[in-house]
Nanobody, 121 residues
Framework: VQLQASGGGSVQAGGSLRLSCAASGRIFTSDVMVWFRQAPGKEREFVAGIRWIGGRTSYLDSVRGRFTISKNNAKKTVYLEMNGLKPEDTAVYYC???????????????WGQGTEVTVSS
């Protein structure tokens, strides 16, 4: 399984970005796709997750209502629509695949390379 994340960039507070994570290989052997982020000097933290089958979603409390995770099974792609961005959302965002949604990064075997998001005030 290979994951390719894209869509990061620099925006002002209140702006929007859409991240994409394109998967190749036997991605459907993994049940869920998630987004994590890591800010400078901080631990990698869970942001959002979605199940390939059924589409059930989970979110970090601080992004719920602002971020939306979605998927396109035919394209093997997962998206993270980020609205109302805040400076504290600044981080490198990573997509990952695993067997269940969990907040610990150690649960995930497959990772994308990361895409940087910078939000200025």
């Amino acid at each position: 399984v290979q994951l390719q994340a894209s869509g990061g960039g620099s925006v002002q507070a209140g702006g929007s970005l859409r991240l994409s994570c394109a998967a190749s290989g036997r991605i459907f052997t993994s049940d869920v796709m998630v987004w994590f982020r890591q800010a400078p000097g901080k631990e990698r933290e869970f942001v959002a997750g979605i199940r390939w089958i059924g589409g059930r979603t989970s979110y970090l409390d601080s992004v719920r209502g602002r971020f939306t995770i979605s998927k396109n099974n035919a394209k093997k792609t997962v998206y993270l629509e980020m609205n109302g961005l805040k400076p504290e959302d600044t981080a490198v965002y990573y997509c990952a695949a695993g067997s269940r949604v969990a907040i610990s990064s150690s649960e995930y075997l497959y990772w994308g390379q990361g895409t940087e998001v910078t939000v200025s005030s």
